[in-house]
């Protein structure tokens, strides 16, 4: 049976066609995963449904974190998919070609000054910096100040690329810099991605060269 | 029309029935990407295929920095896929909950001096770390100075995933410790995934918690 918020369900009808689904429009990610569990406790086997990719912030942490906690000894395999820093990185062009790091700016689960830690190591060690959660509506000041702290390591101009829904109807994409990423909008849906000191613009898209062109002739 | 490497291409038989096919089995990347971008200059559509996510240290910043170098104006669309950090952290469980950062050890094309910058940054702000490009037959040493500086910062017995072809048919999985990782195989073939100091493992799983149970009754 198929366990999903409403929403992710939507977009894969085909796979729900003659199984039992239990579709959440409300019910927040600690209920959802509560129940897939208590369903496979029971012995069904029970799909629970993710955007992105489940290992990369997303619920399969929550459910070996639950089934730990509730001893439960349930077989869970995971499966990958595209995650918005896959998705984000293929419509900006090529910004992940080299070393990066992902970072959350939500201080819900993380203490900021952590964050705030690492938002410095990975801008002081010239990572390509994928930002995730920049902004909601209680927390608009923390991009900013994650701008900052890149701004002190990188020129002004570093290109930066800010997808919002990728791939989705809504899809925006913007190419910009370090300088003037904080006039495009930004929300819950929106990922950051901050090149490192070699990164170019080219024809709209973003690219952070691996080294080829300095080693081969192209 | 197709161009790939013949491994690859050999996955993909249904993607290859009915179009013109140009495999290689030997020809070096650099020569795959001009053999595609001539094509496509030259009118023909072309999908130059890639194995895990062509945007995360793969083939698409090549043809980008080529197309660049050789001012070329073909349309370019990257697809996203199923890079070895999402495979991998799929089949050790969920290590990648966390703020983690992605670090190749091959310099080949990067200076080793930048290299172990990153990991000191990395290891030193508590990202969970993915390593690429391990080991090779010429870099036997790199992992074990990896290793090094991982230790200065966590303790031995710190979770450590060892993924060798994640889903292929010669898959090996190996969970481990920073402590006891060099006693694994390691090859050309293999993704490392570090934990931070929260990683556990459970039931044969390494997951990196994102502090649910701190915060909720799970």
Chains 1, 2 share one sequence.
């Not at 208590?38 to 069904?44: S, T, Y």
């Not at 990958?80 to 896959?86: D, E, S, T, W």
């Not at 970072?103 to 819900?108: E, G, Q």
């Amino acid at each position: 049976m198929i366990v999903g918020y409403q929403t992710y369900l939507d977009l894969i009808p085909e796979f729900l066609a003659g199984k039992e689904v239990i579709a959440s429009q409300m019910m927040k990610e600690v209920d959802r995963c509560r129940k897939a569990l208590a369903l496979a406790a029971e012995g069904r086997q029970v799909a629970l449904v993710s955007g992105g990719d489940p290992g990369i912030y997303a619920m399969a942490g929550l459910v070996f974190e639950m089934a730990r906690e509730q001893n439960l000894c349930v077989a869970i395999e995971v499966i990958p998919g595209i995650a918005a820093l896959n998705a984000c990185a293929a419509r900006l062009g090529a910004p992940l070609m080299h070393d990066f790091a992902a970072i959350s700016l939500s201080d819900l689960l993380t203490p900021w000054a952590k964050i705030e830690r690492r938002l410095e190591a990975a801008a002081s060690a010239d990572f390509v910096v994928v930002i995730y959660n920049p902004k909601s509506k209680k927390r608009a000041e923390h991009i900013v100040r994650a701008r900052e702290i890149l701004l002190a390591h990188r020129p002004p101009e570093t290109p930066v690329g800010i997808v919002t829904a990728a791939t989705r109807e809504n899809e925006r994409i913007v190419l910009t810099t370090l300088e003037k990423m904080l006039a495009s909008e930004i929300d819950m849906q929106t990922t950051i991605i901050v090149g490192n000191s070699m990164t170019f613009a080219w024809q709209g898209f973003m690219v952070t060269p691996r080294g080829y062109a300095a080693k081969y002739a192209l």
